[in-house]
């Protein structure tokens, strides 16, 4: 094999990783503050994925300039999901919380089959095409634009969190949640905050990706696992695990798609999985 | 009179982020005896309590049981040596009755649940909790949550019990309850480490006691010394009550 | 002499809660044949399969509360080592059907051994990621498997050695005879130290651990031998429907639907399942009559709506009211045989 098409795959892989960590955030994010494992979350980032195919197709709106109304829309969608949906279970057992967020799961994979068909989707964009050649590396910009898209909101979630009011308090609740609300922080308006944001930032991924990603109705089962993967191997709760095991496994599910074939990526992720349970269970940052 | 050394603590530390919760801990406990624990919120007892029954994993130091190596063991495999213990914040089987919980407790030395249903319904008379046998754990009041956890404890047949802030809470009647239960308990042969903020029971049950103070041994010895240790009397009230 | 007729009185009476349960075996003995056609007779067999793999699925989930939705592993494991095996070698699928068990039983070691590491959701979202990595393996490696196309059991007719039959009746019995066993199964484990281990660990794995249970050694114990369960029943729905694909039966929608069987009728119970599968069956039969099939996506989208219903509603299942209705029902029946004067 030819270096340039294993360095070709170590591009792709790397650039995938942003989305994959801006997936993996949204999911801690819901975690961290609500307390609960979202296996919808996929879902979430096919919304996004759907909603900025329509806009394009009914409306011509690019992709980028569509993200001001994709991530407004389902921050709306996931305050309402925690509402109505995970409200009432917060205080259930565990069982509770997987089977709604799973049950979530397959009702909006399948009104998005029933209303949209299974039918791939994509879109045409004119940069869609567009590309840098290296050498024999070929880096497709789309990919690239997402990449600094998801850093971009990385950045901005960070600052939101680290200097606003708000995302402070939203880390309190996440801290300890009795003694923020002895601080006078809401913590059910955090939850609905919490939730809103994990949505629109997967609603963002989805939209970031569709320039050059199939939509389906399936497609955030992949997401959701990966993302799962990404928050393990990260070693729950810590940022920087997460941001390298996004890269970890960014590069391998590239390369396992290179080396093992297309349909065998997320096989290969959850051989990183399998890996790092049995090597190290508390994960990259975790103490062994 | 030969006194065997049944569990012995070597230089045991460890540490969670940047705090040292215990600092090279060493002592013994001889078989039949009742040892107390005692030492200001946040001294390590609670700690030490996980970290001799394999909760979490020592950066150093040795805990042998019965003159076997113990370290690190898993929680269960611990309890199988004889090694038992309650916890601080009980932990009762919410949904199941009492006498269900016991039974979880017995089936460790008599694997068949007739047998151990046996086991469990002795131990519930001794503990004093026969009445509400077919409660559901979880509606017990507290006290009778901390008595679950004794029996529980004391059905698994262990040489040596941990009892950990077992009479937190509990009223003045209460009290000399908990300490006679616990005398009897000697008297049956077992070995008991007591950790306690209630200072009259610690006091009158304990044969030695071990005082910590920020995860490290301040004083070992008789109740009545231990008191008038000045290093002691510091840890809890503060320099200026030193007695010069 | 007084004693004498007191203790020839004592000797006979037919109480209720004795002659109900007769009544109803019987009553499933002749079942098959009271029923007009084919189709209904193919909706009991179906309940059997579900009462069969939702009681496997509820020994390690419904007991001890981890939650797996990644047993279709198990189930596409037996079915399709045993179909291989019947197709390639012509061996009889009564002899298959425990290779196809032990099959799903040595998945389960390492199964268990990866997903025990993780607790509560995650524990989940492992078996779901691990069935759907085993999904894409069999879709991948066509040469053995058909890929998409999946395997067929060559239809050979009248052939009861090689577990095929004209009329859906044998199935039944065989179904019946299967899911019974596994309700047997269960009852057995529930008596047994292990099933009350199981139940300690749901309640909290901490206190059950300082007791002395080994957690991970009962969890993989009840997993193998859920697992091992829910191979035969794989073995046998191939044999029954003649056809298996990656997608069915390794899918997640199968892996809800079992759990969703037990979780209705009532975890940690006996026979939860056995009611979940009739309510489920029920179900299922309704909305596949009333859609007619016409709209993809619909089906599964009421599956996922009666999964969060039931989560909202019910989330102990209707076993309680179940065993209420019951109670209350044979209170207002006679006893028959002499009682004492």
Redesign the interface.
């Not at chain 3, 599956?303 to 969060?308: F, P, Q």
């Given at each position: 094999m030819e270096l340039s098409t294993f360095l070709q795959a170590l591009i792709t892989g790397i650039l995938m990783a942003g989305i994959y960590a801006l997936v993996a955030t949204g999911l801690t994010l819901i975690f961290g503050v609500v307390r609960i494992v979202n296996f919808a979350h996929g879902e979430f980032v096919m919304l996004g994925m759907y909603v900025t195919f329509w806009l394009w197709k009914l409306w011509g709106l690019d992709p980028y300039v569509s993200l001001l109304i994709t991530m407004p829309l389902l921050f709306c969608f996931g305050v309402l999901i925690q509402r109505f949906l995970f409200q009432p279970i917060l205080r259930a057992p565990d069982l509770a919380q997987i089977f709604m967020t799973v049950g979530l799961s397959v009702i909006l994979m399948n009104v998005a089959l029933f209303l949209f068909t299974a039918d791939f989707r994509s879109v045409k964009v004119p940069y869609g095409e567009w590309a840098w050649r290296l050498g024999g590396v070929t880096v497709l910009l789309p990919r690239l634009f997402a990449f600094l898209g998801a850093l971009l909101l990385a950045g901005v979630l960070t600052l939101f969190l680290t200097k606003t009011d708000i995302g402070k308090a939203l880390r309190a609740v996440a801290q300890d949640r009795e003694v923020s609300m002895l601080l006078g922080i809401n913590p059910n308006r955090m939850y609905l905050l919490a939730v809103g944001l994990g949505a629109a930032l997967a609603g963002a991924a989805g939209g970031l990706i569709v320039p050059f990603f199939y939509v389906f109705p399936t497609v955030g089962v992949v997401f959701v696992l990966i993302a799962f993967v990404v928050v393990i191997l990260g070693t729950l709760g810590s940022v920087q695990g997460a941001l390298l095991a996004s890269l970890i496994v960014g590069v391998a599910e590239s390369l396992g798609i290179l080396f093992a074939g297309s349909d065998l990526g997320l096989v290969v992720v959850f051989g990183i999985l399998v890996a790092s349970l049995i090597f190290r269970p508390s994960g990259l940052m975790g103490s062994r | 009179m030969s006194r065997n050394v049944l569990l012995e603590v070597e230089g045991l530390s460890k540490h969670f982020g940047g705090v040292q919760a215990v600092r090279d801990l060493s002592f013994q406990v001889q078989a039949g005896e009742i040892l107390g624990v005692i030492g200001p919120n946040g001294s390590g007892k609670t700690t030490t309590f996980h970290l001799i029954t394999g909760f979490h994993r020592p950066d150093r130091g040795h805990v042998r049981f019965n003159g076997e190596e113990i370290t690190g063991l898993p929680p269960h495999a611990v309890c199988a040596r004889g090694l038992c213990r309650t916890f601080q914040v009980a932990k009762p089987f919410p949904d199941i009755s009492v006498r269900r919980n016991v039974l979880m407790g017995a089936l460790l030395r008599r694997p068949d649940p007739t047998d151990a249903a046996g086991r469990a319904d002795e131990v519930l008379r001794r503990v004093g909790l026969e009445s509400r046998a077919d409660m559901a754990a979880g509606s017990l009041t507290t006290i009778d949550q901390r008595r679950l956890e004794v029996a529980r404890a004391l059905a698994t047949e262990p040489k040596l019990l941990l009892l950990d802030e077992t009479m937190a809470g509990l009223n003045a009647t209460e009290v000399v309850e908990a300490i006679k239960l616990i005398s009897t308990l000697r008297e049956q042969g077992l070995t008991v480490i007591v950790v306690e903020h209630v200072m009259r029971a610690v006091m009158s049950l304990s044969d030695r006691l071990v005082v910590l103070d920020q995860g490290a041994r301040i004083a070992e010895g008789a109740p009545k010394e231990v008191v008038e240790n000045p290093r002691v009397i510091e840890a809890y009230l503060g320099k200026e009550y030193r007695r010069a | 002499m007084p004693a004498q007729i007191e203790a020839r009185s004592a000797s006979f009476r037919l109480t209720p809660d004795r002659y109900v349960p007769a009544l109803f075996l019987a009553f499933l003995l002749v079942l098959p044949y009271l029923l007009p056609n084919p189709f209904y007779v193919h909706i009991v067999v179906m309940m059997a399969i579900y009462v069969m793999l939702g009681g496997a699925w509820n020994i390690l989930s419904g007991y001890a509360?981890q939650?797996s939705?990644g047993h279709a592993a198990f189930f596409g494991t037996g079915a399709y080592v045993s179909t291989l095996l019947v197709n390639h070698y012509g061996i009889s699928p009564w002899i298959t059907l425990w290779f196809g068990g032990a099959a799903a039983l040595a998945l389960s070691l390492p199964i268990g051994?990866?997903c025990f590491?993780?607790q509560?959701?995650?524990f989940?979202?492992?078996t779901?990621?691990?069935a759907?990595?085993l999904r894409?393996?069999v879709?991948?490696f066509r040469e053995i498997t058909n890929g998409a196309q999946g395997l067929t059991v060559p239809f050979k007719g009248n052939a009861p050695w090689l577990l095929q039959f004209d009329s859906k009746m044998p199935y039944y019995y065989i179904a019946l005879a299967l899911a019974a066993g596994v309700l047997l199964v269960t009852w057995r484990m529930e008596?047994?130290?292990l099933g009350?281990?199981l139940?300690?660990i749901g309640?909290?794995q901490?206190?059950?651990?300082?007791?002395?249970?080994?957690?991970t050694r009962a969890k993989a114990r009840a997993l193998m031998l859920s697992a091992f369960l829910m191979g035969l029943g794989g073995v046998f729905y191939a044999q029954y429907t003649y056809v298996i694909d990656p997608d069915g039966a390794f899918g997640?929608?199968l892996s809800?639907q079992v759990?969703l069987v037990a979780?209705v009728g009532g975890?940690g119970t006996i026979l939860g399942p056995a009611i979940g599968a009739v309510i489920l069956e029920f179900f299922i039969q309704s909305t596949q009559i009333l859609l007619a099939g016409q709209?993809?996506?619909?089906e599964?989208?009421v599956?996922?709506?009666?999964?969060?219903a039931?989560?909202?509603w019910r989330?102990r299942g209707v076993y309680s009211w179940f065993e209420r209705m019951y109670t209350r029902i044979l209170s207002w029946l006679p006893s028959f045989g002499r009682t004492r004067a």
């Open positions: - | - | 509360g939650l939705l051994f990866i590491r993780l509560g959701p995650y989940t979202i492992a779901i990621g691990l759907e990595a894409l393996l879709l991948h008596r047994s130290r009350h281990y139940v300690a309640q909290n901490d206190a059950a651990e300082a007791l002395g249970i080994d957690s997640l929608g809800i759990a979780i975890v709209y993809a996506g619909l599964l989208m599956y996922g709506g009666l999964l969060v039931v989560i909202l989330p």
